[in-house]
C-alpha cells in the first residue's frame, strides 16, 4: 500500500512568486492534516480537512495561503505571493475515520519550500 | 490553548545505554492522545509510539516506551539500549482534534 506522497520534494522560488504543492492521502483516509516546520523550528499546524470539507483552518498564517481538497482526495496548498518567510518544510499526513481507538497520522515525505 | 513542550533542544546517549527525552503538555480537555514521532535525517516522519489520556498503563513498542504522569501532564520518550539508527529528531505530539507539535529534540548516539 502506497503511504503519503507529495509533490514536489522540493521548490525554490522567487518572492511574490506563486507554488503549489501536493498532497496524496492514504486511500481512503478521510483526514488530511497540512503541517510545517519553519527554520528549525516546531512542527505547527496549518489546518485539517475531512473528506473535502475543511474541519480546522485556524493554522493557517494569512489569506496567502489556500488549501483545497476536491472530491476529498488529494489535496494543494497554494501560496500566493511567496514571502521569504514561508520558507520551510510542508508537510502533509493523513489519518483514517475519527473514532478509532487512536487516530495515528501518517507522515508524507514533505516539500522543502525556499523562497528567495 | 494546547502547548507541548520539549525542553531539551540536544540529547547525547552513548550506545546500548538507555535515554529519556523529555515533553510535556497542557491541555484542559480530558480525552486526548499523546505521540512520539522520529525524523531522521531523511526527513519522514515515523511514528513511535502512542498513550491515550485514559489508558492505565504506559505504552511500549519494543525498545520505545512512554512515561505517562498524568497530574504532571508529562509523557516522556524512553528509549532502552540505543543504537546509531536511533539518531534523529524526536517530535512530542497531542491529539485532541487535531495535532500539536513540540519543538523536538535531536538526539546523537555515540559509538
Known amino acids: 500500500e502506497a503511504g503519503v506522497t507529495q509533490f514536489p520534494s522540493h521548490s525554490v522560488i522567487e518572492k511574490g512568486q506563486t507554488v503549489t504543492l501536493r498532497c496524496d492521502p492514504i486511500?481512503?483516509?478521510?483526514?488530511l492534516y497540512w503541517y510545517r516546520r519553519v527554520m528549525g523550528k516546531e512542527i505547527k499546524f496549518l489546518l485539517h480537512?475531512?473528506?473535502?470539507?475543511?474541519?480546522?483552518e485556524s493554522g493557517m498564517p494569512n489569506n496567502r495561503f489556500l488549501a483545497e481538497r476536491t472530491g476529498g482526495t488529494y489535496s494543494t496548498l497554494k501560496v500566493q505571493p511567496a514571502e521569504l518567510e514561508d520558507s520551510g518544510v510542508y508537510f502533509c499526513?493523513?489519518?483514517?475515520?475519527?473514532?478509532?481507538?487512536?487516530?495515528?497520522?501518517?507522515f508524507g515525505p514533505g516539500t522543502r519550500l525556499t523562497v528567495l | 490553548a494546547q502547548k507541548i513542550t520539549q525542553t531539551q533542544p540536544g540529547m547525547f546517549v552513548q550506545e546500548k545505554e538507555a535515554v529519556t527525552l523529555d515533553c510535556t503538555y497542557d491541555?484542559?480537555?480530558?480525552?486526548?492522545?499523546l505521540f512520539w514521532y522520529k525524523q531522521p535525517s531523511s526527513g519522514e516522519m515515523i511514528f513511535l509510539i502512542y498513550?491515550?489520556?485514559?489508558?492505565?498503563q504506559n505504552a511500549t513498542e519494543g525498545r520505545y516506551s512512554l512515561n505517562f504522569q498524568k497530574a504532571r501532564k508529562s509523557a516522556n520518550l524512553v528509549i532502552s539500549a540505543s543504537q546509531l539508527g536511533d539518531s534523529a529528531m524526536y517530535f512530542c505530539?497531542?491529539?485532541?482534534?487535531?495535532?500539536?507539535f513540540g519543538a523536538g529534540t535531536r538526539l546523537t548516539v555515540k559509538p
Open positions: 480537512f475531512v473528506k473535502e470539507s475543511k474541519q480546522d
Open positions: 486511500s481512503g483516509h478521510d483526514n
Open positions: 499526513a493523513s489519518s483514517q475515520a475519527l473514532g478509532q481507538p487512536y487516530n495515528e497520522q501518517f
Open positions: 491541555t484542559s480537555d480530558p480525552s486526548y492522545g
Open positions: 498513550q491515550g489520556s485514559y489508558d492505565q
Open positions: 505530539a497531542m491529539r485532541d482534534d487535531d495535532m500539536r
